[in-house]
């Protein structure tokens, strides 16, 4: 798409608008006179013509200062306006040529969150003291390319200009802007109207630009000595209603406002801030300079509200993002979309660095959000080989596939290139120091010619960056991160040294991917897979960090000293892999000594997560290394428990680990692996301090409960676990009230329905199938929104664990049982049990197993479910896809019998089936394979 800024012979250095508005009309009036001077990107010397930007706009006259009447064209495919002159015209370098143009625009209706704020807006709602909504609000949103259907202008983020603006609208509105008001003019003949005049701004992107007039009530606050001036920053949250419940973002802005003034050593960029609450806002927020709108229900809260931890965080979150905006993205602005994902990594980076620096019980970076909703997502996104780009070529894509008339900030945004971009920052931060990095961002605040006048480009800012710290690494640093696609994979050998005797260490880096969309027959060569630069974060026995060697930027680096974690803190965006036996001994003997904490052994283990079933990149040793690490903690001194260790975030991981080795073991029927992993856990088990009801009662914890639960659920044959899950159950049906977490029952389930023997006990869960009202009191649950839910939820873990039984008798009840009931919701899940005991043998006589059973009754009736389980039909409307589970779940139980299947008389009708788990089970012949090693 070709930009005005580069072709046009004419650009902007000014906006003097004038808008004329009544809240009852659907359309405003504007005058508007633009200052143009030469485009130095154009070497010519005389013009007749030139274009600005404009849609949904009708202009009546164009005239320049010396009357020469313009002709206009509208060009609505293009959203332009041409403007042509009779006569040719001079083109001086130094000449100001004032375009004065007077036109009507559209005002846009909305009365739902899905119509679009675009250009200016209006909204009505009820007023606090009466029953009829005649307040309003008109409001303006001009982000990425909607100032063009405000007034005309080069609608691009390449030019910063000066605004003056003066509206004229109703006496009874509050006025506001992205400038102090400079006075206000009611000797209208018309009284009740008023004329606002504003300062001139700040030079600003027409992205940036904004107003809003109606109906507002407001607080206030003064910062002192904070303004751009030195004088005291006036701070103003307006709302149409309750807009004393934003008072805790004034707290917030009080606190971090002069945070953010040290780090950049710069004073506020304007002089006063503004916060506009609007009733509808599709982007939610938005920073214009020093005039944030943001949709009301983020900043409005109640006492109540204001008790949850979570909505504080968030809060606070939000507008320290937004006031960090004004320093980096208004005041300093970029002149490409392309760089819309670096400017909101940035405010996200930064914030969250104040935010955790300033705020001791909230510590972001080592958040579950952070880590896992955010870093760790991104991550599997990018290492998804067909759909895996570089930032570079993210924003190119997008910029392709949005070429329409109405491009948002959310078709040009990247969510892959934004949590890349914040983790980049920080592994900048922390390999440069924290004190060196923000002196070298507050000088950039003293080149006001360069950083502040123009707009730039993001690597404006990293090679001012390298020159102030006099390092190359800068650059190519950044460079890396945006060019390069996906993510690195760094393994790690820790050896002996024949000659000094003494423990070295190699590392190896490469590209990863995961395996799951790659076709079986792909070629490794073919990945590009270019050495990143990664900042190592390592550290070293004794819990040492390494100052020696802190960035990788070739293939593989040699270490005269043995490592025990690369990643620390896992604030890297990268996955290591330690692929020796010393690598598990040092994090061994470094777990011995408490050297290792909680978020970095589960990085450990989640990046091994990653590795399980990835034939490209599993290692047997990472199969050993987890039992060995396990197995260390299972073994500690009988003081040590696992309440002692507090590593339950890690520990689930950890056994997460173990189950997906077990699912493997299951279908390929692996029994040896399946009872050494069951022996480990027992093990494990017995560091649990208290198993009481009492203990278990007062849980809490999201992690230390899924530890608990996977422990039981990896025991669920062994008899102190079965004899515990029968005094749990006991208390799940029976109380008292709040006996039982949810996390732990269907684990509770699990080991009921495999000690079933007979019809009485099957009874007893399969009535929780029809319904769990009666023992819902007896659950914790923090999660659920209603009772109903909860009942819900416990209704689907009964059917779920139904099916764990093991003889022939029970199985034959849940078969009819699933039969008679095949278009209920979830009703498939009730072959989980069926499919992980599908070798159990069921009837000695004839060594009938459970799969032998379930096949015979799948033939029977499969053919019945494909004429009624249609496309939408059943209870759940899923029926077609509810009958692919089903089959699935029986067809893993001979996914080592081809033949069998392959002579079943209506194979055609499951062969995509089959060929699906086909694929699919190529994971865990790899872990197969791995354990066996």
């Known amino acids: 798409m070709k930009l005005l800024a580069l072709e046009n012979p004419l650009i902007p250095s000014q906006y003097e608008l004038n808008i004329e508005i009544d809240p009852l009309n659907t359309t405003f009036k504007g005058i508007i006179t633009i200052a143009l001077h030469k485009n130095k990107n154009i070497n010519i010397k005389e013009f007749n013509k030139f274009k600005l930007h404009g849609k949904n706009l009708s202009i009546t006259s164009a005239t320049f200062a010396n009357n020469n009447d313009l002709k206009v064209t509208s060009l609505i495919d293009q959203q332009q306006f041409l403007f042509e002159s009779n006569d040719l015209l001079s083109l001086n370098d130094n000449e100001i040529y004032n375009l004065k143009i007077e036109y009507q625009g559209n005002i846009n209706q909305i009365k739902t969150p899905n119509d679009k704020t675009q250009g200016l807006f209006i909204s009505n709602f009820m007023s606090n003291d009466k029953n009829t ?28 200009t000066n605004f003056i603006l003066s509206i004229k609208s109703l006496k009874r509105f509050n006025t506001v802007s992205v400038s102090k008001i400079d006075k206000i003019d009611e000797s209208s ?29 407001e607080i206030h606050l003064d910062l002192p000595n904070m303004s751009k001036d030195s004088n005291a920053l006036p701070i103003t949250i307006y709302s149409p209603l309750k807009v004393t419940q934003a008072t805790y973002t004034l707290d917030i802005i009080q606190k971090y406002l002069p945070l953010l003034s040290n780090f950049f050593n710069f004073k506020f960029p304007s002089n006063k801030l503004d916060f506009v609450l609007l009733p509808f806002l599709n982007d939610m927020v938005m920073e214009n300079f020093s005039m944030i709108t943001v949709q009301m229900d983020f900043l409005l809260f109640t006492p109540q509200s204001l008790a949850n931890p979570n909505v504080r965080n968030q809060t606070i979150q939000l507008v320290v993002h937004e006031l960090v905006h004004q320093w980096i993205g208004n005041y300093i602005s970029f002149n490409s979309w392309e760089f819309l994902a670096f400017n909101e990594s940035f405010a996200t ?29 991104a991550m599997i996104q990018d290492s998804d080989l067909p759909t895996s780009k570089s930032i570079h070529d993210r924003y190119n894509q997008r910029s392709h596939n949005n070429s329409g008339d109405d491009i948002t900030t959310n078709d040009l945004f990247d969510p892959i290139s934004y949590q890349k971009g914040i983790s980049m920052l920080r592994t900048l931060q922390l390999s440069i120091g924290e004190d060196l990095f923000q002196k070298a961002m507050a000088e950039l605040f003293e080149d006001t010619v360069t950083f502040h006048n123009v707009p730039i480009k993001s690597m404006d800012i990293f090679h001012k960056l390298g020159q102030i710290l006099k390092s190359e690494n800068v650059t190519n640093f950044v460079s890396s991160w945006t060019r390069l696609p996906g993510l690195p994979i760094v393994s790690v050998t820790t050896t002996i040294d024949e000659t000094s005797k003494s423990l070295k260490s190699t590392l190896t880096q490469h590209r990863f991917y995961s395996s799951e969309n790659i076709d079986p027959d792909f070629d490794q060569q073919t990945v590009e897979d270019i050495p990143y630069h990664i900042t190592l974060l390592t550290q070293l026995p004794g819990k040492l960090s390494d100052t020696k060697n802190t960035l990788m930027t070739d293939r593989s680096l040699k270490l005269d000293y043995p490592v025990t974690l690369l990643n620390s803190n896992s604030q890297g965006y990268y996955r290591v892999s330690y692929e020796s036996q010393e690598c598990y001994d040092e994090i061994c003997k470094e ?15 989640q990046d091994i997560s990653f590795y399980l079933g990835n034939k490209f990149f599993q290692k047997s040793i990472h199969i050993s290394g987890t039992i060995q690490i396990l197995n260390h903690i299972a073994s500690s001194p009988k003081d040590i428990t696992l309440k002692s260790l507090n590593l339950w975030k890690s520990l689930s991981e950890g056994l997460s680990l173990l189950q997906t080795i077990v699912q493997a073991a299951v279908v390929h029927n692996r029994r040896a692996i399946i009872t050494k992993i069951t022996k480990l856990v027992s093990k494990l088990s017995e560091k649990v301090d208290d198993w009481s009801i009492e203990t278990i009662s007062q849980l809490h914890d999201h992690h230390e409960l899924s530890t608990f639960s996977k ?35 269907s684990s509770i389930y699990m080991t009921i329905s495999y000690q079933m023997t007979n019809i009485k006990d099957w009874k007893k869960l399969f009535e929780l199938v029809k319904t769990s009202s009666g023992i819902a009191s007896h659950i914790i649950d923090f999660n659920s929104t209603s009772e109903n839910e909860k009942i819900i939820t416990l209704q689907n873990l009964a059917i779920t664990n139904l099916g764990f039984v093991t003889t022939e008798e029970l199985i ?22 069926v499919n992980y005991n599908s070798q159990a043998i069921i009837n000695k006589k004839d060594n009938t197993k459970v799969r032998d059973a379930v096949w015979k009754w799948f033939k029977l009736h499969y053919s019945g479910w494909k004429r009624n389980l249609t496309k939408g039909t059943g209870s759940d409307g899923r029926g077609e896809e509810k009958l692919e589970k089903i089959a699935f779940m029986v067809l893993q139980m001979f996914v080592e019998s081809s033949k069998l299947i392959e002579k079943y008389e209506n194979f055609e009708d499951i062969k995509p089936v089959w060929e699906t788990l086909q694929h699919e089970d190529r994971s865990n012949c790899t872990i197969i394979s791995g354990f066996s090693k």
């Open 591 to 605: 777990l011995t000594l408490g050297n290792i904490d909680d978020i970095s052994l589960f990085k450990i283990f």
């Open 133 to 160: 909504a005649n307040n309003y609000i008109l409001a303006t949103h001009c982000q990425p390319s909607f100032a063009r259907l405000i007034f005309p202008c080069i609608d691009e983020p390449s030019i910063k």
């Open 711 to 745: 422990i039981i659920a990896l025991t669920s044959t062994t008899k102190p676990t079965q004899d515990l899950c029968q005094e749990l159950f006991k208390h799940i049906r029976q109380g008292p009230n709040d006996s039982i977490p949810i996390e732990l029952v």
């Open 189 to 217: 003949s018309i009284d009740s109207m008023k004329t606002t005049h504003f300062e001139k701004t700040e030079l600003l992107p027409t992205s940036l630009f904004g107003f809003v007039i109606g109906d507002l009530e």
């Open 812 to 833: 034959t009840k849940l078969l009819n049982f699933i039969d008679t009931n095949i278009a209920a919701t979830g009703i498939e899940n009730a072959f989980i049990g």
């Open 349 to 377: 980076f930064l914030a969250y660095y104040l935010i955790s620096k300033n705020d001791p019980d909230n510590n972001i970076w080592s958040t579950e959000n952070y880590l896992q909703n955010e870093l760790a997502t």
